[in-house]
């Protein structure tokens, strides 16, 4: 005779197979150096924002879903999560990328910098994110953490753009509220060009 599953045994249940999971993890470390050829190393470090970091990583996880819910750098925000509205743009190694298209395993070597590197040490902003409260340029501020990442990048390869410039690097972050004269604006504007 099967008792019948009560919603308290249900919960019993899950408790104690969490504890045994939990209890099973030092043997799953023990014998990681047993680990088959080309199998994939879960537990890795990454330099986010000059941080070395430790985390644990599926092999099909993608860079935005660790920074977000694993490291909790919330600022990297997941818009369409394919890789075409840009509001989880970082910047790997001085270049900017879709978090959302970006395997998290393909960076353990590089730097990778999101919107809550970019201040100074002493919090103060940068000179993007000044000129875009200045210019009035996030509205609902959804894609504005991505719009200071390719505007940093863009910056930091070419100090004084023109304006066809700002627009060709900004073309990949998409606004809902149809700021993208603000936003050019503020970058301009943190070039030192107010035109």
Known sequence: MNPQLSRRRFIKAVIASSVAAASSSGIHS????DRPRGAVERLISLNINGQTRRVDVSPQETL?????????????KIGCNRGECGACTVIIDGVTNYSCSTLTHSVRTR???????????????????????DELSPQCGFCTPGQVM???ALLQENPKPTRDEVRHAMAGNLCRCGAYDHYLNGVMRASGQNS
């Open 150 to 152: 390719s505007a940093v």
């Open 111 to 133: 730097a990778v910098q999101t919107v809550e590197g970019v201040q100074s040490a002493d919090g103060s902003l940068h000179p993007v994110q000044q000129a875009f409260i």
């Open 64 to 76: 935005a879903h660790t920074l977000r819910y694993k490291l909790g750098l919330t600022g990297t």
């Open 30 to 33: 023990a014998l990681a150096q």
